[in-house]
């Protein structure tokens, strides 16, 4: 039921967050998202309309009170919590606004954890997260610790983490949103290029026009619904392809 | 690595997290070592006491029955059962015994008629055992060398008389390494000068006072059951058979052991207790660290496994570190006593093992409840959370 290049697809997805003794806020409604394998795309809409909610339900790291979640062609919102460990840590790179890197540890090490969560030995999860490092442009910054990198440089670590196991799609929520317009800039281009040399596939919720211009693809979200966005729409790219 | 640097994250807390199990540990370490040293010399009395039968002047009739009579042993000798008695008279080293922490130290004269039958055997380090016929003569025990400042060839003082040391023993951890053995006839000498009064002495013959006789049994014979008719034919004198021995000093050792370990334990689980707090913190305070490990696909046993190894090395550094205090404490107490004759603490190596064992689990079980509670965070809220 789901063709081939569809690397994602969510359907009829309900969440509601209970605040108080009677009081619930719906935070999905209903929506449908489908990403296909390869591409950019961007979610874009109102604060408070869903985008991360739904962006953590499709990177398994929270599951849907109603609705379906299907990653590769198999289902996985009905799986125990074990497996969906083992999905996020090889099928799913997160980045995120505040880069969240572990301080306590160095550039080398906060990538290294994610490809020994995925299953490498210490030794190669060293050797991976090296590579992953170098691929960014931060081979020289092994040794440092988050406090001694600039933001720009904390986030590209942030994507070597995210990249280090080679995830089926890397999820970002407003990956950009503390950084400054240039540094905005380096990093949307080089998930670009990524996307583009290793057609890995990149799912960015963002608020800013300029990051979704990079993106194939705009997905729209209001009030818990998908209003799915037009790929023509996009002027970053015509193709999902790279 | 990546442990240690977690566990010293918050430097103040950690360092006092691990100095309240330092301090528990330190507390078990001493105390057990005081306990171990009881419990040797308890071992080595039982062991002393198990194949024979001792008869002494009963304490509760004070010198109403005097001090006993070396012909007693031609009477004792004609009972059933006994094959040989042997006389010794045993002191205080100090004439004037004060009160003193553990036991004080003792000379022993022994008229050595029991040395073929003699189970209980001591090595030596240097020289030789007494012999009959010895005089001026004189065995040191090995925790008082120092204060004797005994060495074989040379005279030391006991009791303000002068002997030629003809032999060190080795240690045997029991009572045999505190004492002076000296020949039967100068300790005669000595206990009818310096220990009785003057009233007893002009109705006594010095030659005939004892103040023990160690009867050994025939092959074969209960010495409890000995012990039992002895005592109700002469019911004027204190029989002590293996079992009354230990029933003695037992009960006493076990009330001992019991405070002594109640008090290290208790001082333990303080220790533990600060350890379930400093990792509630801790998991509390990163929160957000736990949530972006979910996110990148820790499994529960994972997270589970990082927080316990970080109690468990506080557990363990607190609990070498304790041993260290508690040895060096140790050391630096028993060469004072070595001094004055008064070693009271051994370091045993179950001891010292159980010890840091003890931490380490300590600091586990403490980690368990933080490490679940981190494990079962929701991930999203941890990453929401600032
Ligand atoms: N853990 C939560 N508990 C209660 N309410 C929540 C929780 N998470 C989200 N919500 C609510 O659900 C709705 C959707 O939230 P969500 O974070 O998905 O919005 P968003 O589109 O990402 O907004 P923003 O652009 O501000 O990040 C909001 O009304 C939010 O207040
Ligand atoms: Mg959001």
């Given amino acids: 039921m789901n063709s081939p290049d569809v690397v994602m697809r969510g359907a009829g997805l309900h969440k509601r967050y209970r605040l108080g003794k009677d009081n619930f806020v719906n935070a999905l409604r209903g929506a449908n998202v489908e990403i296909t394998a390869g591409e950019m795309v961007a979610i874009m809409g109102p604060s408070g309309s869903g985008k991360s909610t739904i962006m953590h339900i499709m990177g398994c790291l929270d599951r849907p009170d109603q609705g379906e979640i299907w990653l590769d062609g198999k289902r996985v919102d009905r799986l125990g919590g074990g497996e969906l460990n083992r999905i996020r840590s ?56 988050p406090s001694e990198l600039s933001g720009g440089q904390q986030q590209r670590v942030a994507i070597a983490r995210a990249l280090v196991n080679a995830p089926s799609m890397v999820l970002g929520d407003e990956p950009t949103g503390d950084l400054d317009t240039g540094t905005s800039r380096e990093i949307m281009s080089m998930m670009r290029h990524i996307n583009q040399d290793t057609g890995t596939t990149f799912v960015l919720v963002t608020h800013n026009p300029e990051v979704a211009a990079v993106c194939a693809r705009i997905i729209y979200m209001r009030d818990g619904l998908v209003v799915e966005g037009d790929p023509g729409q996009a002027p970053g790219g015509s193709s999902a392809q790279g | ?167 060190i023993m080795e240690k045997t951890f029991t009572m045999p390494d505190n004492s002076i053995f000296i020949p039967f006839l100068d300790a005669q000498e000595i206990f009818y000068h310096d220990n009785l009064p003057e009233i007893v002495r002009t109705h006594i013959d010095m030659r005939e006072i004892t103040t023990g006789i160690t009867l050994y049994p025939e092959e074969g014979v209960d010495p409890d059951e000995l012990a ?122 179950r001891l010292a093992v159980g010890s840091v064992a003890f931490a380490f689990f300590l600091g586990i079980l403490s980690g368990l409840y933080p490490s679940w509670r981190a494990a079962r965070m929701n991930p999203v809220e941890a990453l929401r959370y600032e």
């Fill in chain 2, 1 to 167: 690595m990546r442990i240690i640097r977690n566990v010293f994250r918050r430097k103040l807390r950690a360092s006092l997290t691990i100095f309240g199990i330092t301090i528990g540990v330190f507390a078990l370490v001493v105390m057990g070592a005081m306990a171990e040293k009881i419990t040797l010399l308890v071992d080595g009395g039982t062991r002393y006491f198990s194949d024979k039968v001792t008869v002494s002047a009963s304490s509760m009739h004070g010198f109403g029955a005097g001090p006993l009579s070396v012909n007693k042993l031609q009477e004792l000798e004609t009972i059933d059962d006994v094959a040989l008695a042997s006389a010794d008279i045993t002191m205080t080293l100090e004439k004037e015994q004060g009160a003193s922490f553990g036991m004080p130290s003792l000379v022993i004269g022994s008229d050595l008629r029991g040395i073929e039958r003699e189970s209980f055997s001591v090595s030596f380090r240097d020289g030789r055992d007494l012999e009959a016929g010895d005089a001026g003569k004189a065995v040191v025990g090995s925790d008082l060398v120092r204060r004797m400042d005994a060495q074989v060839g040379n005279t030391i003082t006991v009791r303000d008389r002068e002997f030629e040391v003809v032999g």
């Fill in chain 1, 90 to 145: 090889r099928e799913i790179g997160f980045i995120f606004q505040g880069f969240n890197l572990i301080p306590t540890l160095s550039a080398l090490e906060n990538i290294s954890l994610a490809a020994e969560y995925a299953g490498a030995s210490r030794r190669e999860a060293m050797r991976k997260a090296a590579q992953a490092l170098a691929d960014v442009g931060l081979a020289g910054w092994a040794g440092h610790r």
């Fill in chain 2, 228 to 349: 039992e008719r002895i005592k109700e034919m002469m019911p004027e004198y204190d029989i002590v058979g293996p079992a009354r021995f230990e029933e003695q000093v037992t009960s006493a050792t076990r009330i001992f052991t019991t405070i002594v370990f109640g008090v290290a334990i208790i001082s333990l689980l303080v220790g533990g207790l600060s350890v379930i707090n400093t990792m509630t913190m801790s998991v509390f305070e990163r929160t957000r660290e736990i949530g972006i490990r979910k996110s990148l696909g820790a499994s529960h046993g994972r997270i589970i496994r990082q927080f316990l190894s970080e109690s468990a090395v506080i557990g363990l550094i607190g609990g070498i570190s304790g041993l260290l205090l508690g040895w060096l404490f140790i050391v630096v107490a028993n060469s004072l006593g070595d001094a004055s004759g008064t070693v009271v603490f051994l370091l045993t190596p």
